[in-house]
C-alpha cells in the first residue's frame, strides 16, 4: 500500500493538482498575514496600523469631488490628508454611490479580484512551479498592495484580462484588450506600455492593424489625461521597497536631469547585445504557447516602463508575477537551446531574490538587531540599497532584451509580409 504522502506528490505533481495546490498555499499565507500584525510590522510593512488604506485614499477623493472640495493639494476628508494623486477618471466612482463607508468592500473586492485574476493567468503546472510561484505572490511588495489595497490592484486586474481576452486565432480579440488597456492607460497613465503585446500579433496585416489603432486610442487617452499626470510624479523619501532606475543615482549622489534618459541608454545597449548574442529569445517564438508569452511581455513593459519613469513604491512588482509563467516553461524547454534554458532559470531566481531582498533586511534588523538611531536606520539602508541595487538593473537588462527580442520578431513579419514574392523561372 502506498502511504499518502506518495498519492498527494503524485496529485500536485499534475497541472490540476499544481494549480489547486498554488490557490491554497496563495490562500493560507495571505490568511497567515492577515491574522499577524506583528509579521507585517517585522517585515517592514505597517503602514500606520491601516487596512485598505490606499483603496480609502480613493474613495475619500470621490468624496471630496462631491462635495465640491478641491482635493488636489490635500484632502481634509482622508485620513491621512493625502492629496488626490490619479486621474480624473477615478471620479466616475461618484454615480456609483461608493463612499469612504464602503472602503473595506471596495478594499477587499479589489483584493479578490487580484487573486483572481494572478490564479487565472499565473497557472503552474508542476510542483515545482507552484512553490515557486507562491514564493513570488507572498512576496513582502505583494503583501504590501494587498495590505493597502493599492489601485495598481486594479491595474493588475485591467491588463490581466486584457492579456487573457487577445487570441491569436480570433481575427478581432485586440479589440477588447485594447479597451481594457486604454481604461487602464485613463486611470493611471503608466499601463499605455501594455500596448506592446500586440507585438506579438500575428499575421503582419492584423499585427499593424492592432498597433496603428492602439496608437490612435491611446494618444487621445493621453492627452485626456496629460493635464492630471503631474499629480502622480512626486518625491519618494530615501528607503526600502522601492522600485526605479533614479534611486541608484539618487543614492550615489546625483538626481539632475537625464536619468531617465541615461537609464534607458543602458538598458537599450544591454537589450542590443543580448538579442545580438542571441541569449534572450523567445518571445518572438510564434510556435511556442501564446498566453505566457503575452503575460510575460505585458509584465516586463510594464515593470520597465515604471522603472525608467522614476522612483515608485515596492507594491508596482505585482507586476513581475506575470514573468513566472513563461519563465518556468522556458527553463524546461528541453527542445531550445541548454543556454536559453540556463538563462530563463537565473532569471527566474533573480526575480524571486529581488523581491524578497527588502523583506529578508527587514527581518533581520527587527528580529536580531532591534531599535536603531534614525541616522543609523538611514546609514544601513542606503548601503543595503546600495549592494542590492545593481541585481535589479540586471533583471531590468534581461528584461529590456527580451521586449527587443520581441519587437525584432514583428518588425520580421510586417518586413516579410511586404517583401516581393521571387518570380518563376522563363
Known sequence: MRPPSSSLARIFATPRGARLLFIFLTLAGLLVFAASPLLKRRLGLNHFDLWFADSYAVLAAVDAHRAGIDAIKSNPLDILHRPHSYTDWWYALAPIGLTRNDNFLV??????????????TVRPTTLRGALYCT??????????AVNRANNDLVIFILLGLAALMLRPRHAWSWLPALALIALATGLKFYPVVGATIFLLVRPARRLLTAVVVSGLVLTLVFLDILPDIGRGQFPLPPGLYSLGAAQLFRDLGYSGRGVAVFSLLILAVAAFGLVRARLTTGLADDSSAFTPRALFLLGATTLTGCFLAGVSFGYRWIFALWLAPWLLEASRDLSSARSRRALATATGWLLVTIVWLDGAYCLYTNLLVGPMPATQIQSWQLTWRLLTQPLSWILFALLSGWIADALLGALRSLRTSVAPAPSLPA
Request: overall charge neutral; cysteine-free; charged content about 0%.
Open 107 to 120: 478594499g477587499a473586492a479589489w483584493v479578490i479580484a487580484f487573486l483572481t485574476v494572478t490564479w487565472l
Open 135 to 144: 514564493l513570488l505572490v507572498l512576496s513582502p511588495p505583494v503583501l504590501l
